[in-house]
């Protein structure tokens, strides 16, 4: 998700977004609830920012007077898709770091009460 959002591959990010969080309701069982969560909130972040920034997309094109102004408007939008793609990439990147220190920190919790078991029945 973070390298589509970088590159400014849009709509392959939301479709990526949307087919991931499908998946992680309907097929998420072999996943704590709380990692399900935090990645369903990633796909939908992706999803919705990228959204976001076409609709404003489709509102600057219909806001242009005459075909003159076409090339402008591919311009800017060429250069503030990129620097919009990089913005939604960050929280991407502070969400992804997130889950990676939660699945660590149940992965450790997992081991512990094991360690904890495998003393009581000794």
């Known amino acids: 998700m973070i390298k589509l959002s970088l590159t400014g591959l849009g709509f392959t990010s939301i479709a990526a ?3 991931s969080w499908l ?3 309907c097929l ?3 996943v704590t609830p709380q ?3 935090k ?3 990633l ?8 959204t976001g920034i076409y609709i404003a997309l489709i509102a600057k094109m219909l806001l242009m007077d005459e075909l003159a102004d076409f090339p402008g408007f591919l311009l800017s939008h060429l250069l503030l898709h990129q620097i919009l793609s ?7 990147v502070l969400m992804a770091v997130d889950i990676y220190n939660c699945r660590r920190q149940l992965k450790i919790q ?9 003393a009581k029945s000794s």
Do not use: D, Y
Request: charged residues 10%.
């Open 17 to 19: 977004g949307s087919i």
């Open 23 to 25: 998946c992680c309701h």
């Open 28 to 30: 998420g069982n072999s």
């Open 35 to 37: 990692l399900r969560r």
């Open 39 to 41: 990645f369903s909130r």
């Open 43 to 50: 796909f939908a972040t992706t999803v919705v920012l990228h």
């Open 86 to 92: 990089a913005l939604i990439s960050a929280p991407l």
């Open 110 to 118: 997992l081991m512990g009460t094991g360690n904890h078991q495998s």
